[in-house]
């Protein structure tokens, strides 16, 4: 069973950078698709950002386009998402996932979660 462990939020003023890591068990990580996706109180769970497995292909939702940046180390079995020119309203709880299958779509299909980690971004 892979288990996915995340580290690296906290409170930041806006304008600011963060970047979160994602430290995943198994031999298999290099083979997963990662995803980023984030929660804030009394809102639904949205997807922020995916990397392939190789790091070659990543895509980003709309409202982080530019200011975060997914990558990877496969040999540190770990996943990375840098965020600069943080936003208050980048404040949530940052979860990463794992999947084993390749989708058309980035944002689904997610089979292994982390606990997440609080990111708070003050004005």
């Known amino acids: 069973q892979v288990q996915l462990v995340e580290s690296g939020g906290g409170l930041v003023q806006a304008g600011g950078s963060l970047r979160l890591s994602c430290a995943a068990s198994?031999?298999?990580?290099?083979?997963?698709?990662m995803g980023w996706f984030r929660q804030a109180p009394g809102k639904e769970r949205e997807f922020v950002g995916a990397?392939?497995?190789?790091?070659?292909?990543?895509y980003y939702a709309d409202s982080v386009k530019g200011r975060f940046t997914i990558s990877r180390d496969n040999a540190k079995n770990t996943a990375y998402l840098q965020m600069n020119s943080l936003k208050p309203e980048d404040t949530a709880v940052y979860y990463c996932?794992?999947?084993?299958?390749?989708?058309?779509?980035?944002?689904?299909?997610?089979?292994?979660w982390g606990q997440g980690t609080q990111v708070t971004v003050s004005s």
């Open positions: 990397i392939n497995w190789n790091g070659g292909r990543q």
């Open positions: 996932a794992g999947r084993s299958g390749t989708y058309s779509d980035y944002a689904v299909n997610y089979d292994y």
């Open positions: 198994g031999r298999t990580f290099s083979r997963y698709g």
